[in-house]
């Protein structure tokens, strides 16, 4: 298990999982990329910024056919780009003007031995090669005996130059970087990390969205995961809806592809059964806006962070609350974490010092649920029946709110932002009623499951664009609202035990709930 196991053994683990790529080969994808797509002057650009040279051909058969074919014009376009050795450059122009006297292409011949760079390197290196060359330009006839004076012949030279030009250079197939992304593509799809048939945001890494979906409520269970003898207590999906995460009471925390339900063994600390463990009931969960980092909260007071995609625990503040912590979030930076606690405080985690950075106290009893706003103020709900709003420089409580009429007498359990109306927040309170407040503390809106409805709402989720307001009933039902018209647009019983909380997909109209009957099911409209 992962609590066994030392931090430095853990990103040593890390380490050796990890597959080095070199940035010179990435950077010759891109050369591949830009050349067979004749993106010349970029393709120039690259190379020079870089100094990363393609030295590939299509075929090398091919490429030896020409030489020794003498078909000069196809091995001067393949090696335009290529970084050859000067030497070598010097004898492939020294045999093209030597075929071009022969041929009596005298105006060719003298443009390339004067004009091109590997002729005038061999005029100041090899002055004797130099004028041979023009001693031939100057005769009227050609004599082979004259051109190759070591007793060589035209074909043998071919030859000899084809066999130092084909170790000079290599060969890949074509669209390489094409290929790599369709491979790793259909890699995910197999795994299940992107849906078989679905369009594909290749630059965002995920299931492009077809559009803006309408938000709708959930009608059928697509699946449920099951947990042996351990309740799930808390679960999140990613922000990059990739993933479903959960915290159970033995202490896991474990990864979940939520389109199969299944475990994500591309994880490879997963495939190894070696599971982010916390050690003690997890109690709460919050990941990071980019995916990587999730904070975990325990029964004993205790927080850890984890890098997600290696398992390996980054932070762990032990003593981060005197009793168990209820709620934990990001900072808009992911440079701190905001908790919660039945030790009735607020308090702020630096993740770089791993120290406590401030602590709010007011709340008189069990502190619910907190979440930093867009402006930086924090909002905290408790068990007092009040709604706080705090100064997170100070640490001072600039707001009391309270949303029912018996003077802070309701508990309250969840205060969640609105995406549309940063303004505004919804609040969850053990009665059959949410409440939408503004910041000065007027209750705008109100939704009810019903006079007759004998029921109290345990937690509140909104849906990503804000136009759902999902509550979990202490009947195991799930209440949707349209937050416009404040209706109640439909209900679904979600377990038969006790409902625990829930949480919706960042881009689909999909829910998980997980209650006491050990299961977390995923609903979808």
């Not at 209440?479 to 829930?502: D, M, N, P, W």
Request: charged fraction near 20%.
């Amino acid at each position: 298990a992962c609590d066994s196991v030392s931090e430095q053994q853990m990103a040593s683990a890390a380490t050796t999982t990890t597959l080095e790529i070199e940035s010179a080969d990435v950077v010759r994808l891109v050369l591949q990329f830009l050349k067979e797509n004749n993106l010349h002057h970029t393709f120039s650009s690259l190379q020079d910024e870089t100094g990363v040279i393609l030295n590939t051909v299509d075929s090398v058969d091919a490429f030896v056919k020409d030489v020794t074919s003498g078909h000069w014009d196809s091995v001067l376009q393949s090696i335009s780009g290529l970084k050859i050795p000067m030497n070598l450059l010097q004898d492939l122009y020294e045999q093209i003007i030597i075929e071009l006297i022969e041929m009596r292409e005298t105006g060719a011949a003298r443009s390339m031995l004067r004009q091109t760079d590997p002729m005038i390197v061999l005029k100041n290196e090899h002055p004797d090669r130099y004028v041979h060359l023009e001693e031939l330009l100057s005769k009227n006839i050609f004599e082979a005996s004259e051109a190759y004076t070591d007793g060589s012949t035209r074909e043998k030279r071919r030859a000899k130059l084809a066999q130092a030009l084909a170790g000079s250079v290599s060969v890949v197939p074509p669209s390489r970087l094409l290929a790599l992304l369709q491979q790793a593509l259909r890699w995910q799809q197999a795994t299940g990390i992107l849906p078989q048939g679905a369009a594909i945001d290749v630059f965002r890494g995920r299931a492009a969205m077809r559009g803006e979906e309408e938000e709708t409520f959930p009608t059928r269970m697509m699946r449920a995961i099951k947990f042996g003898q351990a309740r799930c207590e808390c679960a999140l999906f990613t922000p990059d809806g990739q993933s479903l995460i959960t915290g159970t009471v033995d202490g896991f925390i474990e990864v979940y592809n939520h389109m199969t339900g299944k475990l994500r063994k591309d994880l490879q600390y997963q495939a190894d059964d070696n599971l982010m463990m916390l050690g003690e009931p997890v109690l709460c969960l919050a990941i990071s806006r980019d995916s990587e980092i999730l904070a975990s909260g325990g029964k004993s007071g205790k927080i850890e962070v984890w890098r997600v995609s290696t398992g390996q625990r980054l932070r762990r503040f032990e003593h981060a609350h005197t009793q168990g912590v209820t709620s934990v979030s990001f900072s808009r930076d992911n440079s701190q974490v905001l908790s919660t606690s039945f030790d009735n405080t607020i308090r702020i985690h630096g993740l770089k010092s791993g120290s406590l950075l401030k602590e709010f106290r007011g709340h008189t009893s069990f502190v619910n649920s907190a979440v930093f706003l867009n402006n930086g103020q924090i909002l905290s709900g408790s068990s007092d029946g009040f709604v706080k709003l705090w100064n997170p420089k100070t640490a001072e409580c600039v707001g009391t709110f309270t949303p029912s009429l018996g003077a802070g007498s309701v508990a309250v359990n969840t205060v969640a932002t609105l995406p549309k109306n940063p303004d505004m927040f919804v609040v969850c309170n053990r009665s059959n009623t949410l409440y939408v407040m503004n910041m000065q503390g007027q209750i705008v809106k109100s939704m009810s499951a019903g006079e007759k409805v004998a029921i109290d709402f345990v937690t509140v989720c909104v849906s990503p664009r804000g136009d759902l307001l999902y509550a979990l009933g202490s009947n195991s039902t799930m209440y949707c609202f349209r937050l416009a018209s404040c209706q109640l647009e439909h209900t679904i019983k979600v377990h038969e035990g006790e409902a625990i909380g829930l949480c919706h997909h960042p881009h689909q109209n999909t829910m998980a709930t997980f209650g006491d009957d050990r299961q977390c099911k995923l609903w979808r409209a």
